[in-house]
């Protein structure tokens, strides 16, 4: 790209970030967020971009088209990654210059590590659907150089979007690294793939439950498993790009998969069916 778009596109970018935690996630009743609201806040910091009810996140997956990272996660492999572009905020307000995540996550045994560069939407959809490597920060290059080699390597396309409120919390002192999300109204489409586009998100995690992610940079802290326990938190081992998966039809059911309402709903009526 050249022009003046393309000076004011490379200056919008930030440099890389990685991280490596270690990650619990939990599915807990919306009766008991407020409960656990209360916990939180007693011991963390709200994440300065926490409000009431949370803000929104969008995450565009890229995969293969026979799914390869949707199967690598569903067999446990022990080194896994996924390939996602990332954007927080209204949806409405997203435009071709607006800062997204171009990110690679990664599992290494039980460690979750994460890379990721800030760049404007545009580049992003040009790098990730085109495979476009256009000029940008050197520092960034390599990074940018590795997710084309992937997009292209294992023939990447946009294949499944989950949408989500999240409230974030802080540890700090004894607790510094600690991160725990409460994300709720989780929602999926398997078509669309603009991150902005006004289209309609399917439920694929029940209403009345709220996904709840605990992370830390070495252990969970004792205090968090104790409070899980006696909110009734279930460990699951979820993943909302594999739930979206499979809540469109893209794969079987995995033993992984959170049944929604709809799911209930096909299964009374094959019931139905059989009975006639």
């Not at 079987?252 to 299964?267: A, G, K, L, N």
């Given at each position: 790209?050249?022009?003046?778009?393309?000076?004011?596109?490379?200056?919008?970018?930030?440099?890389?970030?990685?991280?490596?935690?270690?990650?619990?996630?939990?599915?807990?009743?919306?009766?008991?967020?407020?409960?656990?609201?209360?916990?939180?806040?007693?011991?963390?910091?709200?994440?300065?971009?926490?409000?009431?009810?949370?803000?929104?996140?969008?995450?565009?997956?890229?995969?293969?088209?026979?799914?390869?990272?949707?199967?690598?996660?569903?067999?446990?492999?022990?080194?896994?990654?996924?390939?996602r572009v990332r954007a927080y905020g209204e949806r409405h307000e997203l435009t071709d210059?607006?800062?997204?995540?171009?990110?690679?996550?990664?599992?290494?045994?039980?460690?979750?590590?994460?890379?990721?560069?800030?760049?404007?939407?545009?580049?992003?959809?040009?790098?990730?659907?085109?495979?476009?490597?256009?000029?940008?920060?050197?520092?960034?290059?390599?990074?940018?150089?590795?997710?084309?080699?992937?997009?292209?390597?294992?023939?990447?396309?946009?294949?499944?979007?989950?949408?989500?409120?999240?409230?974030?919390?802080?540890?700090?002192?004894?607790?510094?690294?600690?991160?725990?999300?409460?994300?709720?109204?989780?929602?999926?489409?398997?078509?669309?793939?603009?991150?902005?586009?006004?289209?309609?998100?399917?439920?694929?995690?029940?209403?009345?439950?709220?996904?709840?992610?605990?992370?830390?940079?070495?252990?969970?802290?004792?205090?968090?498993?104790?409070?899980?326990?006696?909110?009734?938190?279930?460990?699951?081992?979820?993943?909302?790009?594999?739930?979206?998966?499979?809540?469109?039809?893209?794969?079987?059911?995995?033993v992984f998969h959170v049944p929604t309402e709809d799911d209930y709903s096909v299964h009374?009526?094959?019931?139905?069916?059989?009975?006639?």
């Amino acid at each position: 790209m050249t022009g003046p778009d393309a000076g004011h596109l490379r200056r919008t970018a930030s440099a890389l970030h990685s991280f490596n935690r270690f990650e619990i996630k939990y599915l807990l009743s919306y009766d008991e967020v407020p409960r656990l609201r209360e916990e939180l806040a007693a011991r963390m910091e709200a994440d300065p971009f926490t409000v009431r009810g949370g803000y929104p996140v969008a995450s565009l997956y890229y995969d293969s088209a026979s799914l390869r990272y949707y199967w690598e996660k569903i067999e446990g492999l022990r080194f896994r990654r996924k390939v996602r572009v990332r954007a927080y905020g209204e949806r409405h307000e997203l435009t071709d210059e607006t800062p997204v995540y171009i990110e690679i996550k990664q599992r290494v045994n039980r460690v979750t590590q994460k890379r990721r560069v800030k760049v404007p939407y545009l580049l992003a959809r040009k790098l990730c659907d085109e495979a476009v490597l256009i000029d940008h920060l050197p520092e960034q290059r390599p990074f940018l150089e590795e997710v084309m080699g992937l997009v292209e390597g294992h023939g990447l396309r946009p294949t499944a979007i989950t949408a989500y409120s999240r409230e974030a919390y802080l540890g700090s002192d004894a607790d510094l690294g600690l991160r725990v999300t409460i994300d709720h109204r989780v929602r999926g489409r398997d078509r669309d793939f603009h991150l902005g586009a006004e289209v309609e998100n399917r439920l694929i995690i029940p209403p009345h439950k709220a996904i709840v992610e605990v992370k830390a940079n070495e252990r969970v802290p004792y205090w968090v498993t104790d409070m899980a326990a006696r909110l009734g938190m279930s460990v699951v081992r979820i993943s909302k790009y594999c739930q979206s998966i499979e809540a469109h039809g893209m794969a079987p059911r995995s033993v992984f998969h959170v049944p929604t309402e709809d799911d209930y709903s096909v299964h009374s009526k094959n019931e139905a069916s059989a009975s006639v």
